[in-house]
């Protein structure tokens, strides 16, 4: 079984060795003008770029890449890096005394928590951006988190239409512990990312534990990841894999994949944050680039109609969404063992 190294683990590992040697660099985004978005402007078009280590689909990425740098004439370079890389690497530059990144974009509270706790992070409450957004819906803005909501994805199964009918389509997780999928599912395993951790977590607490080894008794294969399930949902290693998203489907059925997308009965609403570093190097353009991200403008680009995402402006938000509490994550990570276990690995 791979050993369980969540991004969090990784990142407060480095935070301590940090403290240990004393090489924290100084933080440089204090000196940011939030003053006015105008003043703001004016700061980060003198800085000329921002770099943004992000987990965010790159087409989405690059759409709000481009549309910014039209707005401002303001350069982005941004790193899309897997959730656990993007944390190790950001922590390895600030150990280093070589920050790099302005933005983070990830999907990990507890991480974000972490790196405010110990200043790498700036919070959103003393980023100085909230106030440039008063048209932000304030129930989006989690305490917990904080930060407000940027992005979370309609979360479901990918499924194989030469092996699975829509009739087929299971109502409850239990559904799919009957012998009709036997050796026909898959999924990516718990001890893959923190996301995948605390979805098998819901499981077990919606339905149950034997539910979540009924589902590794039936499992076909496993992944490392959602994208290579997806991939081997399309090559029919597998008829029904879960924790997708639309998006993630689009790509495969326009190149001529015979799948489709359907909704799961219990639903992970993995939440995507952004803040601007702590040790920024240009942190005038990174607060801008957060103004922008969260903005109305920015954001409805992000989260389009028919995009497979939606955030705080959207008008289709699930009735039934709550974002995972830090509490959730954390379960997820303590229980990543049993989860294995109860899958069989």
Known sequence: MRKFIPGIAVGVLALVTLAACGSTPKA??????TGSLASLVAAAKKE?????YTVLPPAAQQALDDAFTA???IKVDAVNLPIDDLETRFASEVKSGTPSADVLINTDPIAMQAEEREG???GWSKSG???LLPDLPSKYVYSDYGAPLLETFYPGFIYNTTKVKESELPTTWADLTSA???GQLCSALPNSSVSQAVFFEIIKDKEGANVVRGLGKNFARTYSSPLSMDAGVAAGECALGFDSASFFIAPLKAAGATVAFAPMPTAFYPVALAGVSAMAPHPNAGRLFLEFIYSKEGNTLLNAPGSGSFGPYSSDIPANFEASTPMQFKQGQDDVNL???LLGN
């Open 28 to 33: 440089t985004s204090s000196s940011a003008d």
């Open 48 to 52: 000329g770029s921002v770099k943004v």
């Open 71 to 73: 707005k401002y004439g």
């Open 120 to 122: 790498l992070v700036v």
């Open 129 to 131: 951006v909230g106030p």
């Open 180 to 182: 009709r999928w036997k």
């Open 339 to 341: 989860l294995m276990s």
